[in-house]
């Protein structure tokens, strides 16, 4: 049992509020009644109780993040980031993975609400607008990144997808590559269209066709990217280049592609949208549009920090701001043969 | 603002002690006047405030986990694995990563106590071991994994770390090799002891000798890693097999040996312990000797939960349950030329 303020009071001899008073520096106790108060304290092990101040105080010093997963280089950096931000700023970053179930978010936003954190950051799965604008109203601080939570209304950081599937593809086509295919998101997720619309566009732009039965549209999933690679591959004319464009599908299509009938580069180039360190370290190491996840949670941070440090009740600005990816030329992209 | 007791009770026109009761359930309450309560709760989207009832319950549902970071496989696995484990059990994780420093660990440690976690799972720096026992004596539940926490007085699981390296270093002597290099943590911490005893123990046992040269230990990190591969490729005569006992290191030291002069398997065998999903994306693939974190993790998970639903005020037992690992043969082993 941890020791009560009680019983501190008690072994001082003097009165709860006194107690309180003494150890919360009030200025109107006596200097020996202090130091006999402090004494207990410290002999009794006393720890105040956070959250009975939080009651009061309306500061924990906690900051939630709730993530999809942390696998993928994307959340683990943002966690780490934002936890080595936090550190410095005297706050915690307290995070949540949720495996991109709506619920799971749901409920850790709800113990977010309830045990008052200061802040959240949101890198989740884009639902639960309703309870983040909840916490926005109540006076929390918000932050939503990486995929849009739509009619939240928090300031937002983004990767500038179409921008990346824009930088990978012109990429692509500077080779000489007309027949490029791309293993995308789906349709229904923000990230997903914006990728194809800069993809697209980037074919049209330079006027290269295309192909329908070049492009497949899927889940975040090592296993969608699997069979999507596969397909890719059985053409009786395969494409000469590959965008992929998130880590999930990549863990999926890369090793079939390693596995398969086609040299990297020589035969098939290969890019991908997103970076993670073992893209680095394939063979060949694997051309990359980074989406520089670090800087990402760094903004995020920033603009947590203004919400935590500005007047009360001001509302948020809802805003969106993106952050441009940066091509990384590595040896898995050449001229087609 | 979030709505009050008091405004719900002002709204329905009753008292607050008789608004608590209503909507508590209490059997002394009116139908009509709990109706009333609970439409004014609606309207206003009354909150009832889990941090108030948690200092009369001291039952906060929140399990708290500290890991040293979430890049390698073991942390995020264990992460991810406790996540599920919770959801399940209506618990729910909030998860604390320290890039390893013991005052990170430390001050997460002190929000699991304030806040009245109901209990945590250490997996972090080995340090903290006086913090770890005050919370087994507050009454929290505990499980210790991964590194141990020397003096700590709860139930831990840990990887069987001696026994991975004399599965891996049984591996390489069955298929000739006599001049086999280690790249190990450090002399210090227990895992780099144990691995360390394993390796020369499964030498010894088949009577090779130890090439003194040939055994890099050191931290936990890719600069390491990079530095002991440079070194250990540069030896006028190199080893014919290499062994890395951390993920860490690896992530230096694979790009080096991928870069290097000698050809795998055919001129170096390269075997790892732990496992990491791009281990199998290697070219070629890396054999290793997988140290399970999912199943460390769902006994970790198990341990917490006799403690969270044994009687109260049942201290753990102090036990260690150690994991044992698998070897998983891929394509970066071979007999010697």
Partial sequence: MPATLNSVAAAAGVSTSTASR???????????????????????????????SALRTRRTGLIGL?????????????AET??????????????????????REAA??????????????????????????TLVQ?????????????????????????????????????????????IEGPPDITS??????????????????????LVRRGDFTPDFGRAAATELLALPEPPTAVLISNHE????ALPVIGDGPLQVPAQLSVICTEDEP????????????DNRAGLLARRAAELLLEQLTGPVGDRPVQRVELVAPELVERGSTAPPR
Same sequence: chains 1, 2.
């Fill in 66 to 78: 709730v993530v999809n997963n942390l696998r993928t280089a994307t959340f683990h950096t943002i």
């Fill in 138 to 182: 109540e006076g929390q601080a918000v932050v939503t990144m990486n995929r849009e939570v739509p009619g939240a209304l928090a300031p937002s950081v983004m990767s500038a997808y179409e921008t990346a599937a824009r930088v990978a593809t012109g990429h692509l086509l500077e080779l000489g590559h007309v027949r490029i295919a791309a």
């Fill in 108 to 133: 850790f936003l709800q113990t977010v609400r309830q045990h008052r954190f200061d802040g959240v950051v949101v890198a989740g799965t884009g639902a639960n607008s309703e309870l983040v604008n």
């Fill in 82 to 103: 934002l936890q080595e931000w936090a550190a410095e700023e005297e706050y915690e970053v307290l995070v949540c993975t949720t495996g991109g179930d709506p619920a």
């Fill in 278 to 289: 073992f893209y680095a370290w394939w063979a060949p190491p694997l051309t990359t549009v």
């Fill in 249 to 252: 599908a990549s863990f999926g």
């Fill in 22 to 52: 003494a150890l919360s520096g009030h200025p109107a106790v006596l200097p020996s009644t202090r130091a006999r108060v402090e004494a207990a304290a410290v002999a009794l092990r006393y720890q105040p109780n956070r959250m009975a």
């Fill in 192 to 213: 997903g269209r914006l990728h194809h619309a800069g993809f697209t566009g980037a074919l049209a732009d330079a006027g290269v066709p295309l192909h329908e039965d």
